[in-house]
């Protein structure tokens, strides 16, 4: 089955450290893929997106991901965590098809120490 | 620009009952999509509407089932409801319909059957 995997459930990270959450899609046809943002109390925010072309993608508040074939891989980076960043990760894709839809994957929770 | 809205914020019911959930699309939005989202998982599809029709929905049973108005405004009703049902019900606006442009989340609904 069509699917994207979050590796981490949990991540803690100091104020100013990088960061990287992991995301991985299931293997065959390259879906679209998504990073959202889940803050407490408010809906899923998109933060960046990858169709084709270049393979890493810019996103909004400072997010980066790299989309890499041979790993199945499309992680998120961010080169200086804010405390305002703790919120819930979603890494997403669409594979292509008349029964397309989003598919989420369980989430990474990103926990930001001071 | 206002953005998705959903009501109510909370909801309580008992096993059994049924649930009527409400969600007004993003200004210019023909497109709205639902999804349940359980405790400690990523938001799950439920099925997608576009133009009063829906357009693709997700492993759930008949008893889920919904419902889109002219201005684009749905509603999601569930029948005789189960205590696996307790979630966050969201809903989701795009300008067209599909899933490769990016979904406006609303806050969601919390569901919970007693």
């Known amino acids: 089955a069509q699917s994207v995997t979050q590796p981490d459930i949990h991540i803690t990270v100091s104020e100013g450290a990088s960061l990287e959450l992991r995301c991985n899609y299931s293997y065959g046809a390259t879906p679209y893929l998504f990073w959202y943002v889940q803050s407490p109390g408010q809906g899923l925010q998109l933060l960046l997106k990858y169709f084709s072309g270049d393979t890493l993608v810019q996103g909004i508040k400072g997010f980066e991901a790299e989309f890499k074939r041979s790993q199945s891989s499309f992680n998120l980076r961010k080169p200086s965590v804010h405390w305002s960043d703790a919120a819930e990760y979603f890494c997403?894709?669409?594979?292509?098809?008349?029964?397309?839809?989003?598919?989420f994957g369980t989430g990474t929770r990103l926990q930001v120490t001071l | 620009e206002t953005g998705v809205t959903q009501s109510p914020t909370h909801l309580i019911k008992t096993r059994g009952q049924q649930v009527t959930l409400r969600c007004s699309s993003q200004?210019?939005?023909?497109?709205v999509s639902w999804y349940q989202q359980a405790l400690g998982q990523g938001p799950q599809f439920i099925f997608q509407y576009y133009r009063e029709e829906e357009n693709g929905r997700g492993n759930f049973p008949p008893r889920f089932s919904g419902l889109q108005f002219p201005n684009y405004s749905s509603e999601l009703n569930v029948n005789a409801l189960e205590l696996d049902d307790s979630a966050l019900y969201l809903c989701?606006?795009?300008?067209?319909?599909?899933?490769?442009?990016?979904?406006?989340f609303g806050p969601g609904t919390r569901l919970t059957v007693l």
């Open positions: 989701a606006s795009t300008p067209q319909r599909g899933f490769y442009n990016e979904q406006f």
């Open positions: 997403a894709g669409v594979y292509t098809g008349t029964a397309s839809k989003l598919t």
């Open positions: 200004s210019g939005h023909n497109t």
